[in-house]
């Protein structure tokens, strides 16, 4: 698990029923295309960042204590982005990344007495992480 996980699941952030992340800049091939998947999939606002031609500001959510994010077009073919999202459930949240086009690249995993965690690819082949807050996890 990487720091972003450990932070998550050392119960720092709590979650909630948006879909919360700490700090994220995504590169994309086809900005429209991964616009279209996290609109889908989180519910997140991405428009045009006021002022610039080639920046979109990630809004995920007014009022929420998570932090927003941007997107861009990949600089480099290595650019990479990995950030873990609060969701309410990793298993849905799994099926839906499939339906939109991602993939899993590792599937739920608990975390024991913190919750579950799970790795997944999206349209542009960046990696994320999804995680879910679970007492009980074993």
Known sequence: MTASAEH????????????????????????????????ALFGWKIELFQGMQDYWQIDTGAGQEGLNGGMMARQH????????????????SLETVQQLGGKVLM???AVPGMGYFAVCQDTENNTFGLWESDESAK
């Open 8 to 39: 998550k699941a050392s119960g720092d952030q709590k979650g909630a029923s948006g879909a919360r992340i700490v700090w994220f800049e995504i590169p994309a091939d086809n900005v429209e295309r991964a616009r279209r998947f996290y609109r």
């Open 107 to 109: 599937p739920p995993t």
């Open 77 to 92: 073919p290595h650019q990479p982005v990995v950030h873990y999202v609060d969701v309410p459930s990793v298993n849905q």
